[in-house]
Every structure is written in structure tokens, then in C-alpha cells.
């Protein structure tokens, strides 16, 4: 019987490189995540990146919050997202 997989929005930002790190942040620590961006398509929105939004696994979700709280305490990250969620 398949288990049932239920992730959680964390973190949102929209530097792509600040995406890449987490994604390879969460890795080092086997903290699966899914990278969704969320954005309209229009002549205004074309100016804004689009929003990427960070998920883990529900039982993740305290220690990926710690791991992304540190990056962004040492500077390996920018301050520039927020947390959800």
C-alpha cells in the first residue's frame, strides 16, 4: 500500500539561485523538498519574478524551518524571502 505523501509550504521567495541552495541545503540534511513557482502572466507581472515556493514533508517542517533560519543567519542565503505556512 502506497504512503501518502503530504508536503507543506515553508518558505517563499524569488531569487532563483537562494532556491538552488535551499534545494541543496535540504539535500545535505535528506529533507526532501518540492520547488513550485506561482505567478500571473500579464504585461505587469512580467517585470516581477515569479514567487518559487518551498515544500517538505509535514514531518520535516520544524527541522527545515532550523537549516533555513541558519543559512539565512550565516549569509547563505538571502534575507529577502519569508516564511509561510
Known amino acids: 500500500m502506497a504512503t501518502r505523501i503530504n508536503f ?22 535528506d529533507i526532501s523538498c518540492s520547488i513550485r513557482n506561482f505567478g500571473l502572466c500579464s504585461a505587469k507581472s512580467m517585470k516581477k519574478a515569479p514567487v518559487k515556493r518551498v515544500a517538505v ?20 542565503i538571502s534575507p529577502n524571502g519569508k516564511f509561510v505556512g
Not at 514533508?57 to 547563505?76: C, F, P, S, T
Open 57 to 76: 514533508e509535514a514531518v520535516d517542517v520544524n527541522n527545515a524551518r532550523g537549516i533555513l533560519q541558519d543559512a539565512i543567519r550565516k549569509g547563505m
Open 8 to 29: 507543506k509550504d515553508i518558505y517563499s521567495i524569488e531569487n532563483d539561485l537562494d532556491v538552488n541552495i535551499i534545494a541543496l541545503l535540504l539535500e545535505e540534511y
